[in-house]
């Protein structure tokens, strides 16, 4: 039993392999994010590290 509404799809115990698929076959799915599009894409003047322990300073 597929309920997209809530995109919560229930398959109960003992359900055979033809309805499981026939549930996930209704789902509709989102195109996937590409983070590898963003890779090397920022430019830092300064070491990522160095920022990271400023920011978590900033809290004390």
Do not use: H
Not at 26 to 43: H, M, N, Q, S, V
């Amino acid at each position: 039993m597929a309920n997209s509404k809530n995109m919560v799809t229930i398959i109960k115990k003992g359900s055979d392999k033809k309805e499981v698929e026939k549930a996930l076959s209704k789902i509709k799915r989102k195109k996937k994010f590409d983070a590898y599009k963003y890779c090397g894409t920022l430019r830092l003047k300064e070491d990522p590290l160095e920022i990271q322990k400023k920011m978590r300073d900033e809290w004390e």
